[in-house]
């Protein structure tokens, strides 16, 4: 099963400033997502990491503010830009393997902004 | 449209009694993943099973059971004896084939008490 690190594991962000998580993945994945989690609530996509192409946004999420990179099968970042109180959540990366095999997930990024 | 229903919010036992978790799910594709993921205080999510929607056969994995039927369209959890090393949030998630993206229910919090 492949192994996901998130850095940072949490922040305390300013307002007005923007935060870019890093993904790690110790092997070669077919699909990595970005999944937000909000205080007490659920799970929800933000958009979908490809390959050398631009990320597929799910219906909410614009690529202004969650500008996505991912330069190769192990290795992603969601930039959080022009923070707001409102962006305070979990965000979490995901990667599937070859095959749609089990959908891994880092241990998050707890962000607060103040 | 694609859905996951967890209607129980939040659940209180004592150890060593069983307890299940339900998930109803929604969908009209006929091939889909269904997964039960564990999030413990920690934040990270504890990847449990993945079903895919042609094996209906029941499993089980030590204390925990799984009890998938698609004629209710329900994939339940049951936690035999349970401990309170239990004690998490549960999310229920539904993997379309043909997406890759997992929509997630809006989770159980089991507290198992001494």
């Known amino acids: 099963s492949a192994v996901i690190s998130q850095k940072p594991s949490r922040d305390i962000c300013q307002r007005g400033t923007s935060l870019t998580i890093q993904c790690q993945v110790d092997?070669?994945?077919?699909?990595m997502f970005w999944y937000r989690q909000q205080p007490g609530q659920s799970l929800t996509l933000i958009a979908t990491a490809n390959q050398g192409s631009e990320a597929t946004y799910e219906s909410g999420f614009v690529i202004d503010k969650f500008p996505i990179s991912r330069p190769n099968l192990t290795f992603s970042t969601l930039t959080v830009s022009n923070m707001s109180p409102e962006d305070s959540s979990i965000y979490l990366c995901s990667a599937e393997e070859d095959g749609g095999a089990e959908a891994f997930f880092g241990q998050g990024t707890r962000l607060t902004v103040v | 449209a694609q859905k996951v229903t967890q209607a129980q919010t939040e659940i209180s036992v004592v150890e060593k009694e069983d307890v299940t978790l339900d998930c109803v799910y929604e969908?009209?594709?006929?091939?889909?993943?269904l997964f039960w993921y564990k999030q413990p205080p920690s934040g990270e999510l504890v990847f449990l099973i993945r079903r895919n929607s042609f094996d209906e056969q029941n499993e089980i994995s030590g204390r925990y059971s799984w009890n998938f039927q698609k004629s209710t369209s329900s994939f339940n959890f049951t936690i035999t004896a349970s401990q309170v090393v239990d004690s998490a949030v549960y999310f229920c998630?539904?993997?379309?084939?043909?997406?890759?993206?997992?929509?997630f229910g809006t989770g159980t919090r089991l507290q198992v008490f001494p």
């Open positions: 998630a539904l993997d379309l084939y043909n997406t890759d993206k997992l929509i």
């Open positions: 969908t009209r594709d006929t091939t889909y993943y």
């Open positions: 092997s070669q994945v077919t699909m």
